[in-house]
C-alpha cells in the first residue's frame, strides 16, 4: 500500500466507525506528521493520563525531590477491586518502592499503583508537567476509578498531538536525565497489555506505548521504534460501541495500526 493508498484507507475506516475516531502519525525525530485525522481533539483520556504522570514522578526523582527507591505505602482501604498486583497474600504493609509503582502504572496499567503516585505527586505537579511541556490539552481532575469525580464534573484529559509530544519527549532526550528517560522508555517498551496498537503484527519489533479503555472508549498510543524510520502512532475512539468485553474499537485500533505499519515498516 502507497501513503496515499494508506490515507484513502484510513479515511474510510474512521469515516465508517460507528462513533468517534482521532488519530496522528509522525515521524519520531522529525515530528512531521505522515497521517492525522482530528488530532489536537481533547479527549477522555482514560489510561493514556500514566504517561504524562510517569514523566512528572520522574521529573521529581532528577530534581531530588523523589527518589526511586523510596517506600510509598498503600492503605487497605485505598487499593482497587481491580487490582491484579496488590491482591491478599502479596501486599507489602511497609509500602512499595516508587519505581515498582511506576512500573505496575504501565505495564499492567494498575490503578491501585497509579492512585498512590497521584497522591504522592498532587495534581498540581503533574499539571504543571504538562504546562511546562507544552501539553495544552491534558490535564488530571481525578484518581483512577474515582466515579464520583466523574459525576462532580471532573475528568482526565489529553489529545493525540499531546501524547505525541510525550512521546517524542522521550524518545529525542529532551526530558529528564538519560537513565531516567530509559526507565520511562524501559517501562513503555515492557507493555503487557498488547490488544490495540499490536493487535494484528505479528514480528517481534520494539514498541513503547501505553493504551487506555473505559466504557465506550479505548486509546492506544506510542512509538515504534523501528530501525529505518521509527515513527510515533496514535489512535484514539471514544462515544463507541464498545463496553466491557467488546473489542469492536481495539479491533478497530488493530486495522489501522497494521495498515500504517505494513506500509511504513
Not at 482497587?80 to 518502592?97: H, I, K, L, M, W
Not at 505496575?104 to 499503583?113: E, K
Not at 504543571?128 to 501539553?135: D, K, Q, S, V
Request: charged content about 25%.
Amino acid at each position: 500500500m502507497t501513503p496515499a493508498e494508506l490515507e484513502t484507507y484510513l479515511r474510510g475506516e474512521l469515516d465508517a466507525f460507528p462513533g468517534r475516531a482521532a488519530l496522528l502519525m509522525a515521524e519520531a525525530e522529525s515530528g512531521r506528521v505522515l497521517h492525522a485525522a482530528d488530532p489536537d481533539v481533547q479527549v477522555v483520556s482514560a489510561s493514556t493520563i500514566k504517561v504524562p504522570i510517569l514523566c512528572a514522578a520522574l521529573e521529581l526523582c532528577r530534581r531530588g525531590e523523589l527518589s526511586l527507591s523510596q517506600l510509598v505505602p498503600i492503605p487497605e482501604d485505598r487499593i482497587c477491586p481491580d487490582t491484579s498486583v496488590f491482591e491478599e497474600g502479596n501486599r507489602q504493609e511497609a509500602g512499595y518502592p516508587l519505581w515498582e509503582l511506576l512500573y505496575w502504572m504501565i505495564v499492567l496499567s494498575d490503578n491501585t499503583a497509579t492512585n498512590a503516585v497521584i497522591r504522592l505527586l498532587g495534581y498540581d505537579v503533574v499539571n504543571g508537567w504538562c504546562r511546562a511541556h507544552g501539553l495544552e490539552r491534558t490535564r488530571l481532575e481525578r484518581e483512577m476509578l474515582d466515579w464520583d469525580a466523574i459525576a462532580a464534573g471532573r475528568n482526565n484529559y489529553t489529545s493525540p498531538a499531546d501524547q505525541c509530544r510525550v512521546y517524542r519527549l522521550l524518545y529525542r532526550g529532551e526530558v529528564l536525565t538519560p537513565e531516567l528517560r530509559e526507565t520511562a522508555m524501559d517501562f513503555l517498551r515492557r507493555q503487557r497489555h498488547m490488544d490495540g496498537l499490536m493487535r494484528y503484527i505479528p514480528d517481534n519489533i520494539a514498541v513503547a506505548h501505553k493504551g487506555g479503555c473505559l466504557d465506550y472508549l479505548d486509546h492506544d498510543a506510542g512509538l515504534f521504534l523501528l530501525p529505518r524510520r521509527p515513527y510515533f502512532l496514535g489512535i484514539f475512539t471514544w462515544e463507541g460501541p464498545s463496553v466491557e468485553g467488546d473489542p469492536r474499537q481495539r479491533q478497530l485500533i488493530g486495522r489501522l495500526s497494521k495498515a500504517v505499519y505494513q506500509t511504513y515498516r
